[in-house]
Structures are given as structure tokens and as C-alpha cells.
């Protein structure tokens, strides 16, 4: 797929992975609208990479459905979705509080969020992205449409204490990849997936740094942090590539994750 002149959504694109890949569609002449709900941010990378901001929230269908229409009014029909939105916590199925003794389990309105905002807000985006890449003629003789890039997690394979929420939605994730490609064969769209492992986003940059040294540690080979670049120029040959279809790939530089 050649990417000058194209339209893209990002989502989550505000910061991390997604605002990485909006600067990196944009440099290669994709029109980028990035879909977010911070409303700080997200203006200023929209407006750096001469895109379109939209304010939405993944879990709320009106507000899916607001975005695709300002982005499409201010930049045309996407041919490239690619979805970074994401969250997740730390919260043990079942515990004994240390100090009382007391007994909790995992709340399951915290559970059903994760599961809201990192799977089904992902599938929301997906099915209606399709729909409008559809609508439109192939962009070559072999009949390609457009392609969508999932965001999971190397938490889907190998999830730690605590995961069991987010491990959940993002092995969701991975596992509705290939079916969604199939979907979509005939209409020319292709469908893959990331698995990121540590990777130097926002979040992790707010731990102090002897925790960020000791995950840095854990990592075989580069002994580091992921950069969201890296995550980004796999993206974008996910996108150039056309015979890239149906895949859920690791990016982790080789890390199985411990317990915890």
C-alpha cells in the first residue's frame, strides 16, 4: 500500500504508541485524524502533525460515531485505522488484605472497564472503520481497501499477577484478529495486531527510575525500554506491506514475563 495522500485514525493518539504512530503516518504523507479523550493533549499532536483532533471515547458509540464524522468531514475516509486507545490496572482475582486479614475479590465493574475500553472499544473502532473502507474503490488491482493495526499486548500471552483483566482484553484482542481478517478478506482489508512489551510511554515514565532500570534489565536483548518509534515503524510496515494480513506479532525484544 503506498501511504502518500491517505487518511488515517489513530486512536489514543494523544500520547505513547499512538501519538508515535500519528508522527509517523504524517511523515510519510498520511492525513492523520487522532481520536482521544484528552482534550490538552491531543490538539497539540493534531496540531503538529497537520491533522485533525477528535475528542472521543471508545466505550460510548455516540461518541465513535461523532469522530469517524469530523474526521471524515476534515480529512476524507480513513483507508488506515490504527488503535492504541488503551488502559489497565493491578488487581488480584481474590486477596487477603496483609494487615487485617480481611478477604476482597476482584470488583467487577473494574474488570468489565478493561474489558470495555481495551476490547470492545478496539472491536467499536474496527467494525465502523470497515464499514466507511467499504464504501470506497480499491486503491489497486488487487483490490485492497484499507488495513487496521490492533494494539495488545505481550500481557496476552504471558500475563503477570494482578493482570487477569487486562490480560483478558488484550489475548480479546489477539484473538479476534485473524477472524476479523477474514471478515474482511473479500472487501480488500487487511487486519494485524502488536503485542508491545515494556515500552517507554507515558505511564512508565512517571516510575522512578529504579523501577524503570530493573524492568530495562529484564529485557534479553536490547537491554532496554521499547521506544514508541519502534512501535510506530512496525505500524507503518504493516500498513506499506500488503501481503501482511491476519498476524499477531510480538515487539519486545524477546521478554517472557515473570509472575511478577
Do not use: W
Request: aromatic share 4%.
Amino acid at each position: 500500500m503506498k501511504l502518500d495522500g491517505l487518511s488515517a485514525v489513530v486512536t489514543g493518539g494523544a500520547s505513547g504508541l499512538g501519538a508515535a504512530t500519528a508522527r509517523a503516518l504524517a511523515a510519510a504523507g498520511v492525513k492523520v485524524a487522532i481520536f482521544d479523550r484528552d482534550a490538552d493533549k491531543g490538539p497539540v499532536v493534531a496540531a503538529e502533525v497537520g491533522g485533525v483532533f477528535c475528542r472521543v471515547d471508545v466505550t460510548d458509540d455516540a461518541s465513535v460515531d461523532a469522530g469517524f464524522a469530523a474526521a471524515r468531514a476534515a480529512i476524507g475516509q480513513e483507508r488506515i485505522l490504527v488503535n492504541c486507545a488503551g488502559t489497565g490496572n493491578a488487581i488480584k482475582t481474590a486477596s487477603r488484605d496483609k494487615q487485617t486479614g480481611e478477604i476482597r475479590h476482584f470488583p467487577l465493574d473494574a474488570f468489565n472497564m478493561i474489558i470495555q475500553i481495551n476490547l470492545v472499544g478496539t472491536f467499536r473502532c474496527i467494525a465502523k472503520s470497515a464499514a466507511g473502507m467499504m464504501s470506497l474503490p480499491p486503491l489497486d488491482e488487487s483490490g485492497e481497501r484499507g488495513v487496521i493495526i490492533n494494539t495488545a499486548s505481550v500481557a496476552a500471552e504471558d500475563g503477570q499477577i494482578g493482570q487477569a483483566a487486562y490480560s483478558a482484553s488484550k489475548g480479546g484482542v489477539v484473538g479476534m484478529t485473524l477472524p476479523i481478517a477474514r471478515d474482511l478478506a473479500s472487501e480488500g482489508i487487511r487486519v494485524n495486531t502488536i503485542l508491545p512489551g515494556i515500552f517507554n510511554t507515558p505511564l512508565l515514565q512517571a516510575a522512578p527510575q529504579n523501577v524503570k532500570d530493573a524492568l530495562a534489565a529484564s529485557v534479553p536483548f536490547p537491554r532496554r525500554l521499547g521506544a514508541p518509534e519502534e512501535y510506530a515503524s512496525l505500524a507503518l510496515e504493516m500498513c506499506r506491506n500488503s501481503y501482511f494480513n491476519g498476524e499477531d506479532v510480538r515487539l519486545d525484544g524477546a521478554i517472557r514475563m515473570a509472575p511478577r
